[in-house]
């Protein structure tokens, strides 16, 4: 929970340099620089021990902050399948009703045909047969025969498939029904426990001193504007702008001749709020001003300043395919721009969330965070 002092100090240190860089005694800057590398020493000593105090409570809201995330995604993806079962039990329902008409229309057919069979069981084929008064009689009388018998034999087993079909079906229909309960009552029980932590972390809420109410309403604000961010990142995946396949081609390096890493993709602890979570991309090291170019060819569907990505710009390749390229120092694209591969979009800067300048780039498919080195590689020097 450091982290937002140590911006300050940091931020008084570059303060003090720029303005000792006036002074023309090289050993008066010297001095001066030690005295504040004691006093950021001196602080960090400070901090160590008011971590001791505050570290304990918030961490506790940060882990139940955590389990109310994933547990608000299970209760979605929960939702998700109740409505897919409730769907799928419909369509189930449907088949089943033109199955059984089916059923009944050919069972009627078969009963009256037992019923002229029983009501003719004296009449002797061979005898009809032989009966005939010429050749020709003969075949067509032999023919009609066989056809009706084939046609019996036909009927009965239509009958008798359809009859196992709709048993099937029934079978079918129970397993989801049953199914449904099921993930019904995990759902339940999914939301209960969702209530009882966020009473849980009420209760913590409360045990916060003020400095500890000023550190979470900061963090509460993070995740605020990152949940926003990630619901709009999502309704515009979910808006094909590029086309249904992707257009993009092969994609490149965004910035040149910068291939340092300074955070991957994964879990961290970021380094302003503290919060333990996704780091959705990867972080180049580069100066203020920088190219920060489109990794490939797409259309720019979003490109404006955000609270947490500072200046941001996102880009659809079409098929789901969108890379984002953030905390920029100037937007160099608007909404609706057709880019090719290598284009500037943005330049380099530390606006947003940002301890400082940096290139923040990601690539999402279906509006999902993605570990972009699976889909660029770093160039060799």
Known sequence: MRKP???ILISILI??????????DLNELQDQK???QNQIEESNTQLSDIDEE??????QIQKLDESIQTTEQTLKDLTQKISEKEEEIVNIEKELEVITQKYNTQKELLDARLVAMYETENTNYLDVVLGADSLTDFISTYY???????????????????????EQKNQQLSKQKESLESEKRTSQMTQIALSNTKLLRENYIAKL???????????DEYYNQINEIEAEIKNLAATVSFGEDYQGGPMQWPIYEHYTITSNYGMRTHPITGVYKLHTGVDISAGIGTDFTAMANG?????????????????DHGGGVQTLYAHGSQIMVQVGQEVKAGDVVLKVGSTGYSTGPHAHFEVRINGDPVNP?????IPEE
């Open 209 to 219: 001193n003020e400095e500890e109410q000023a550190i979470q309403a900061k963090i």
């Open 5 to 7: 002092y140590k911006i």
């Open 54 to 59: 505050l570290t304990e409570n918030l961490q």
């Open 299 to 315: 259309i720019v569907v979003k490109a404006e300043y955000n609270a947490a990505y500072g200046n941001m710009v996102i880009i």
């Open 373 to 377: 080195l699976d889909y660029v590689s």
């Open 15 to 24: 303060c003090a340099i720029s303005f000792v860089s006036y002074a023309a």
């Open 144 to 166: 009609l025969i066989t056809e009706l018998a084939s046609y019996d034999i036909d009927l009965l087993e239509l009958v008798e498939s359809q009859k196992n079909e709709i």
């Open 34 to 36: 030690n005295e504040i």
